[in-house]
């Protein structure tokens, strides 16, 4: 259908946006709740199709102000998604570009008809502020309560620590106790697109999306229970290896068969989709105005377009950025030590109570017990990690209370470092230290509080550099003194620089 | 020729319509998640610690020591009436593992030498240093703590009077 734009001015206009698009992609590609972004981008484009269909012809442009209002306000937004590097900003100016589009071509009608499909592009882009995790997060907590509460019922002895379920003999679910649950965003978006597709009415959507989440909740309760349920009477695991990914799949395939089963409960309208367009010519009337400016707004945003393409190879090409994170430069096999002895405290082949483990993330961990008198600690180091990782969640999602987290940047040059006192059954303290650093040897966690706010919006700035991260848990029968204080933070200085310096050292030139 | 219609196979059995079955799963998800919701809606608690004490009583006679870890653990988390007792049983269980430091850990909670806490930790604590045989002055001192501390919550127990009255100077 011509859209009465040269095509040439789309192309331009799509070219201004590639190159930070493909930068987005890529690293939405490194989120497991996110890898479904090409069902759903492809979802978008066949509601967009079905829709064309029904817009009114000839269809009669927007008004041209909010025309040039939308293209301004992508224009800036791209301009600073490409001064700030943030592929996250790029899409967005991808959509409101797409919008001024959409209303000069055919005006609210036609933008009425497309609000499905950006809805659709709508749900591949990470909400702000991690939202999107604490949703998975709470669900997983939630999940966890009522399959304890579900396994009191089924006579399972167990006891739950933060979003771990521990057996006698076993915990489960020790891997996913920081993570949240992967499938909801696939099956809210899966839910939106058939209700889309069905083209049913704003209750249905008020009643099926909450359902929908029901349903994912209520799913991973069954299968958390049964799991523990069959290990606990049976001997049988069913929560670990192909066994776990199969029942991801099944369980999936149910909740899309149930979000289907749930819409057909609805009675159908009596009139159907809008009737075909009226004949007459499919020629977009939008001739309120001059096509050039918007040609011309085109090419400015392939020039942005062009400079994008110029950062994204550099960055590309920097050291342990975040178009090919995945991939550590750290040298396999990569060894990691400390010296038995730093300042007064002495390595000790006798790690910390069980109950009270420092909890590792990375790919590989390396962990060192140290005492002193009346006090011992573990220095571990956790490397590679795919992104920056706020490792609180883990000690959360395991059972410790946090009552305190401060980062704390020392005035003789050490690293910067979080703090953080943390408290669990059955009445044990601790204190835990953590720094990371990424592979251009850069601490990191300052940044994290200095731009609080904008990183926590996630919108500037790559979070998706590969990071190593130094902890130091200090297990406490009585609140630290002063020297006890100094002498922790000695060891985690001297631990810091010396596996900071060997991390560098092992890094793929 | 056309052929007639057949008005007995037009009237043919009756046929269930196809979204007839598919809203059946619907309903029988949104039926178990009803049903779900209302049987784990606020648990008995007191009923459920009574439950995992027997639980935690009966692993440590039978020595299932990783059984009564969970149950202890979990009667944890019912809060005050069972606290000292969970703590106690937490504290066999890992010692009955080898699980030393976790033992003193929380057996440092439950029978601490300077304020009575729960008398049969503190006995517990007093027959257990008693039982290594040789002994120092400190040692005795913190046998006699214990003790006096299993009288100051329990006035009555006739084996504390009786260790005490051995140790006492």
């Known amino acids: 259908m011509p859209l009465s734009l040269p095509p040439w001015s789309l192309v331009l206009l799509g070219f201004g946006f590639a190159p930070l698009l493909a930068a987005f992609f890529i690293g939405l590609w490194k989120q497991p709740e996110y890898q479904f972004f090409p069902q759903a981008l492809a979802a978008a484009a066949f509601l967009a199709w079905d829709r064309l269909k029904e817009v009114p012809r000839p269809m009669r442009g927007g008004h041209p102000a909010l025309t040039a209002t939308f293209l301004l306000l992508s224009f800036v937004s791209l301009g600073l998604a490409l001064l700030f590097w943030s592929p996250w900003l790029g899409i967005v100016s991808a959509l409101v570009a ?20 950006i809805v659709m592009v709508l749900t591949v882009i990470p909400p702000p502020l991690g939202l999107d995790q604490r949703l998975g997060l709470f669900l997983r907590g939630l999940a966890t309560t009522m399959s304890s509460r579900t396994l009191d019922l089924l006579g399972v002895i167990h006891y739950v ?27 809210t978006a899966f839910t939106l697109f058939y209700l889309f597709w069905r083209r049913r009415s704003f209750p249905v959507f008020l009643v099926c999306l909450p359902a929908a989440l029901a349903f994912v909740l209520v799913g991973n309760v069954v299968r958390i229970s049964l799991g523990a349920w069959l290990r606990f009477f049976y001997g049988i695991d069913i929560l670990s290896g192909w066994k776990h990914e199969m029942q991801s799949v099944i369980l999936t395939a149910v909740y899309l068969l ?3 089963s749930l819409e057909s409960l609805f009675p159908r309208r009596k009139s159907g989709p809008s009737s075909a367009p009226p004949p007459g010519g499919e020629r977009s009337t939008a001739r309120q105005f001059s096509p050039l400016w918007f040609q011309a707004a085109c090419c400015l945003f392939a020039v942005l377009g062009v400079l994008s393409a110029f950062k994204g190879w550099d960055k590309w090409h920097e050291k342990g950025d975040g178009l090919h994170a995945a991939n550590s430069a750290l040298k396999s096999g990569a060894v990691f030590t400390l010296p038995d002895r730093i300042g007064d405290w002495r390595r000790s082949d006798i790690g910390p109570p069980r109950i009270s483990k420092i909890e590792t993330l990375g790919l590989s961990s390396a962990i060192w017990n140290y005492r002193r008198p009346g006090m011992q600690a573990v220095v571990a180091f956790d490397y590679p990690i795919a992104t920056y990782h706020d490792v609180a969640a883990c000690y959360d999602g395991n059972g410790w209370f946090i009552e305190k987290k401060e980062i704390h940047v020392p005035g003789n040059g050490a690293p910067p470092r979080f703090e953080m006192q943390m408290k669990k059954e059955p009445g044990i303290r601790a204190t835990l230290w953590f720094s990371t650093i990424n592979e251009k040897g850069e601490w990191v966690d300052r940044a994290t509080v200095k731009h609080d706010f904008m990183t926590r919006l996630g919108i500037f700035g790559s979070q998706q550099e590969t990071t190593c991260r130094v902890q130091l848990l200090l297990l406490e029968k009585k609140p630290l003194d002063p020297v006890g204080y100094e002498a922790a933070a000695e060891l985690f200085e001297a631990a810091s620089d010396i596996l900071s310096r060997q991390m560098l050292q092992q890094i793929r030139r | 020729m056309k052929p007639e219609p057949n008005p007995s196979a037009a009237a043919g059995p009756k046929r269930t319509a196809p979204g007839f079955w598919l809203k ?30 027997e639980v935690a009583r009966k692993a440590l006679d039978q020595k299932d020591y990783p059984a009564a870890i969970v149950a202890s653990s979990r009667l944890l988390s019912f809060g005050d009436p069972f606290r000292n007792e969970a703590l106690f049983k937490l504290a066999l ?15 440092a909670m439950v029978a601490p030498s300077d304020k ?24 005795e001192d913190l046998i006699v703590a214990q003790l006096r501390n299993v009288l100051a919550l329990e006035p009555d127990s006739a084996e504390a009077k009786e260790l005490l009255s051995r140790y006492q100077r």
């Open chain 2, 24 to 53: 059946i799963p619907a309903v029988l998800a949104i039926a178990f998640c009803v049903v779900l919701g209302l049987s784990i809606w606020r648990p008995d608690s007191a009923a459920l610690g009574m439950r995992y004490l």
């Open chain 1, 161 to 187: 620590t933060g979003n771990v379920i521990e057996l006698p003999g076993q915990k489960l679910l020790v891997e996913e106790a920081c993570s949240g649950i992967n499938s909801v965003l696939f099956v």
């Open chain 2, 116 to 139: 009575p806490v729960y008398a049969p930790a503190h006995l517990f604590v007093a027959r257990t240093l008693i039982a290594r045989g040789s002994r120092s002055r400190e040692v």
């Open chain 1, 258 to 260: 149930l979000v289907v």
């Open chain 2, 93 to 107: 269980a890992h010692q009955g593992l080898g699980q030393t430091a976790d033992a003193s850990n929380v057996l």
């Open chain 1, 98 to 117: 797409a919008i001024s589009v959409i209303w000069r071509t055919g005006g609210p009608a036609f933008l009425r008809k497309m609000g499905p499909a």
